[in-house]
């Protein structure tokens, strides 16, 4: 028994380790008060047809950075292995948010993005950014790279996805919940909606008089029943 188990996790460790070449075990990771599980999701990420399972922990301490995203490896046995990989680091408070978007480019492989909600961008520090990835087996491709349009706007608070204008590609929905916009309605949020499968340009909706709170969550879907995500 010790035997069979040992060598389903060795085949298991030696199969992530070849799949994976800036891969390694969480271990030079704290994890103590990390918030481990903020954000939760699941993706094939090494292409074997099963789902991994992805933790954020935003406040993960890893080489002088703050936050990382987890991946637990899924099995044929419908488990995961126990140890977790560090999948990606970037910006601070990385891996507030995740979530699968499906697969924007048509290439067979589901692409997936990641929250750091005091991240920056070119213009602004603080204000929060998402990474879009395309999936991937090996090396890291970013399809985007977005950013809040204020210090402590929070962007990246949450990220949701939707086929928004029909043309059957997931779109982005990233939430900044203390973005001000209209000096009147301080921190009001705001949710911006980017296009695949570029995730570029965006479309901003702003905090009003009568939708103040945005930002917190959305998810999307089709509620007037045209096959278009509302
Ligand atoms: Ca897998
Ligand atoms: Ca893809
Ligand atoms: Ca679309």
Redesign the pocket.
Known sequence: MFIKYFLIISSVTFFVLFCFDALSYADGITLVGSKQGQSVGFIDIDGDGIDDEIIGAPYANLHLKSGAILVYMGNTYGRFFPRPFVLLSDDDNYGFSFKNIG?????????FAVGAINGGGPDVSLSGSVIVY??YKGSKKIISKLSGEGAMDKFGFFISAGDLNGDGKRDLIVGAPFNTNDPSIYQGGAVYVYLAPYFTSKIAIYASSINKGLGWSAEAGDINGDNIDD
């Open positions: 697969d924007t480019d048509g290439d067979g492989r589901e692409d395309k999936g």
